[in-house]
Nanobody, 125 residues
């Protein structure tokens, strides 16, 4: 049972990146999935989440209109498209899966039991 995340990197302000989170050993379609981010000295904060039932999504206020979460169940993958990136988006990003369907809204890290490795996103000119 594993989540493999990819897609981090260095990008200039205003640029874009796309994260992928691929599941192996279980059907990701049966789980709510969220992306979190963390900066040194702070806890993980929810960025966006997607439902297992109907692909409803929840974005944090600070990414509304810029980030889009989506899922491709045939590929057992969830994506996070990040556009109009700002320096304050610099962080380590994590994907995580939860068996609790409602956990994608205002995601709480304590409700997620499957985590991908973090990927660094640096937004800098």
């Amino acid at each position: 049972v594993q989540l493999q995340a990819s897609g981090g990197g260095l990008v200039q302000p205003g640029g874009s990146l796309r994260h992928s989170c691929v599941a192996s050993g279980f059907k990701l379609a049966e789980y709510a999935v969220a992306w979190f981010r963390q900066v040194p000295g702070k806890g993980r904060e929810g960025v966006s989440g997607i439902s297992d039932r109907d692909a409803s999504t929840w974005p944090a206020d600070f990414v509304k209109g810029r980030f889009t979460i989506s899922r491709d169940n045939a590929k057992n993958t969830v994506y996070l498209q990040m556009n109009s990136l700002k320096p304050e988006d610099t962080a380590v990003y994590y994907c995580a899966a939860s068996y609790y369907s409602g956990s994608y809204i205002y995601p709480n890290p304590a409700e997620f039991n499957n985590w991908g490795q973090g990927t660094q996103v640096t937004v800098s000119s």
